[in-house]
């Protein structure tokens, strides 16, 4: 494959670049973030009781003091009908130290992805590093799951199929998402949850070694390895490297989960994001553990080209997403 840059639209590329820019400027060489300047090159959306594009949206606080809480996006066209949608909760991505659920492209994906699937869509805001380190975004997306097991969406007008229930996360927020998934599996304590699919965007994963898409995309694509050093760096407790099990969950410092109870994955994986090598360690992992994976790989892609309406591997992922949650949500998986 050629390591030249992928040919993306003018509005792309200026995305890219302005976000890009703002995350290298807003990263400290001490592993502390500038919050300042990264919030001024991070627009919010509020949440609208009000439709836009067919989505109501409404934020939900679970813990005020480590300001823990979820955007909630309903589509209004299935708002008073019987039929019920299932949720779809959601960790974004920023490297474990940027963006929020309120950050306005992630809003625009959230809405979207409700709207196209549709689904009731779920949008953890959890606590960033290096300010909270981990384990943190763990635990709080951990809780997110236990308090949307008790929590009535009623009060939002919301029908939803809680035994339809899937989890979701891109880049960082996919990291996030698989051990959400692992701890629900390992547990029982849910009483309406079910959690039927794992759908997982360009997952962040690594390891101590370079892998062959990590070299030859270094500073071709929008994320180099500098930026992903810093990140987990920034993200790992004192004295530990990339070789942690939540780093390289395939690795041996890894967590068995052959008898943990894993749902189907969907998993993606972009031609030019240089994480795609550790994307495809981890589908073998998953694998030789027992686990069904399905793979969709888009050849031009980049990493986070979902959040660019205007790429149009972007409209082929919506539309996996809603195939996978219709034949996972059937009658027969669910019993």
Sequence with gaps: MSSSPPHLPLKARLLLAIHSFATQRASRSNYTVNRKLANLFDPKASPSSKPIKGVSSFDVSIDPSR???????????????????????????????????????????????????????????????????????????????????????????CNVDLKRCFIAGDSAGGNLAHHVVVNAGACNEFERVKVVGFVAMQPFFGGEERTDSETRLDGVTNLPLERTDWMWKAFLPEGFDRNHQVVRVFGPNGVDISSVRFPPTLLFIGGFDPLQDWQRRYREWLEKSGKEVHVV????????????????????????????VKRQSSLERIL
């Design 67 to 157: 300001k823990l809480w979820f955007r909630l996006y309903n589509p209004t066209s299935t708002a008073n009908s019987a039929t019920s949608l299932p949720l779809l909760i959601y960790f974004h991505g920023g490297g474990f130290c940027f963006l929020s659920a309120n950050t306005k492209f992630i809003d625009g994906f959230c809405r979207r992805l409700a709207g196209q699937v549709p689904a009731v869509v779920a949008s953890v805001n959890y606590r960033l590093a290096p300010e909270h380190r981990y384990p943190c975004q763990y635990e709080d997306g951990f809780d997110a799951l236990k308090y949307i097991d008790k929590m009535s969406f009623q009060d939002y007008n």
């Design 297 to 324: 790989e888009y050849p031009n892609a980049v990493h986070g080209f979902y959040t660019m309406p205007d790429i149009p591997e972007s409209d082929l992922l919506f539309k996996e997403v809603k195939d996978f």
